[in-house]
């Protein structure tokens, strides 16, 4: 990487730092350093809360997600528009109403503690879990680009957030995140600029929309019903509906920015900015993801995206065999190249017989480049049987290193760095905020001074960093980075849903009903998840979210009024 591109990532990121560390250096006592001085305005409460979604993962393993298998990614978000007009509707003003700190405190008043706590600590292990994969995606580039050890590269990134969290608080998080999310759109807009731009003479826009077009990458919905299928417009609708009202109803590290909200207002057209907002951004990633794809037909991509993979297997007694495979991958290179070219001339005459013949020889090509690609796989597993041979996360960063111009690739450094400061800042903090609110000045140790939870605060900020390193350490153990963070919420996300919609809209149900019927649901949804990954069923990670809410609710009426209609209905004295 260039002086330039060094300049230009680092003064990006340290000029979001110092901004942020000078806009909060007053902060002195735990109710500013947890939630601001609730004062935002309803765009900072919007690019707040998409920042925090927006984690590196996003900008690396969502490109990766397109290259391999288009658009369809995007039903994932579907339901997003609709899950944010019902917490506008019904969530907000109950938190508002009760000037909470985190989402968890209603349910004591709800409940009791025991399900205050219980709904806390699921947060607290699925958000925990997750804050480590933020911290491992960027980690990913900086080993990859400095050849350093991954776990140097992991430890080295989760220090300098963590310092960065435990200076400002969620203060730093918020009013840094407007600037951050102003640095990712323009970075990712000027990648896929760069990327149209790099497509051989002859080939626009049009052409290599139409191109992908012709290999199955355009296509958004999939009208298909089918439990195993991750992304079609059923799981998506429902399961996904659910996945995101739980995540931004009651997950802490989005509770924390609306509730950080000048009004009701203001964080009601927070949460609809984000709504509008978020879907397009994610089409644009996506898309900019199917171009890179369009270029590498062209271009000849690495035979494996993972330098590190394939540098073992150069060292070792297969070195031949893969420089074999890398001559036969030259020439299928070549093939696509035709191939495509043939099918861009074809598609401009509108030559149906011509299109099909070029799309079929691309195919060929296509599948020719896949045999042999899965070929070096076998090598790299040979080689290390513990290597993860999935490379996906890696295809958007190998083309901003190899094809950006000097400058853009700082750039892009600095929005997928940016992405990574934003949410892993945004999880410290509630995962310390509610660590602090709903555990430790709640049952632990109440009644200090302000001054002790202020100091303690900053202490759980640095508990939860080296939580969230020690998960980053094994993160690679995921195919795919964009849905482990997924199916790591789903695994939590619909009972903690559940728990809330009791809590709502049934009001007879009490505590002992709905801690029952929680308990339960997670256990059968953690095991339907083990069978569901042994492949004993066959069930989508995103249904787990349905299943989480409906199952905790069903049984927590159960537990409380259906018991008791059903000894009616059998002629069993209720007492």
Known sequence: MSTIDWLVMTGTLAAI?????????SVDNVKSYLMGDRDLKWWTIGLSVMATQASAITFLSTPGQAYDSGLGFAQFYFGLPIAMVILCVFVLPIYYKLQVYTAYEYLEGRFD?????????????QRGLAAGITIYAPAIILSSILDWPLGLTIFLIGIVVIFYTVMGGTKAVSVTQKQQMIVI????????????????????????????????KLEVIDFKFDLNDRY????????????????????????????????????????????????????????????????????????????????????????????????????????????????????KTENEASIGSAKSNLMVAMDARRDISSQVDDLITKVDPE???????????????????IGLVGLLLAVIFSA????????????????????????LVPGKEDRHYFT??????????????????????????IQAVNIIGSLFYGV????????FFFKKVGSKSVLSGAIIAETFVALTFIASYYEYIDLAYLWLNLIGCVLTVGLAWFFSSGSKLIKRMMGVEVT
Request: contains cysteine; charged residues 15%.
């Open 17 to 25: 730092v110092i901004y942020g560390v000078l806009k909060t250096r």
């Open 113 to 125: 503690i025991r399900v205050r706590t219980m709904t806390a600590l699921l947060f607290l292990i």
């Open 185 to 216: 759109l323009l970075g990712m807009v000027a990648a896929g600029v760069v990327v149209v731009m790099k497509l051989p003479d002859g080939v626009s826009l049009p052409d290599a929309v139409g191109v992908a077009g012709q290999l199955g």
């Open 232 to 347: 079609n417009i059923w799981s998506a609708m429902l399961g996904g509906t659910f996945l995101f009202l739980s995540y931004f109803g009651t997950d802490q590290s989005q509770v924390q920015r609306y509730l950080s909200g000048k009004s009701l207002t203001e964080s009601r057209l927070g949460l609809l900015f984000n709504g509008i907002f978020k879907v397009p951004m994610q089409f644009l990633v996506l898309f900019i993801g199917i171009m890179v794809f369009v270029f590498f037909l062209f271009t000849p991509p690495p035979i494996h995206f993972n330098t590190a993979n394939l540098e073992k297997v150069r060292s070792s007694e297969y070195a031949t065999e893969l420089s074999v495979l890398e001559s036969e991958y030259e020439l299928a290179n070549k093939t696509s190249d035709q191939a495509s070219t043939a099918l861009v001339e074809a598609l």
């Open 387 to 405: 290597a993860i041979t999935e490379d996906r996360d890696y295809v958007f960063i190998t083309f901003i290193i190899n094809y950006l111009p």
């Open 420 to 443: 990574a400061m934003s949410s892993t800042s945004s999880e410290l903090s509630a995962l310390a905020t509610t660590t602090l609110v709903d555990i430790y000045r709640r049952s």
């Open 456 to 481: 303690a605060s900053k202490m759980l900020t640095i508990m939860w960093g080296c939580v969230a390193l020690g998960f980053a350490a094994v993160a690679n153990l995921f195919d795919n980075l």
């Open 496 to 503: 903690i849903l559940g728990v809330f919609v009791v809590a």
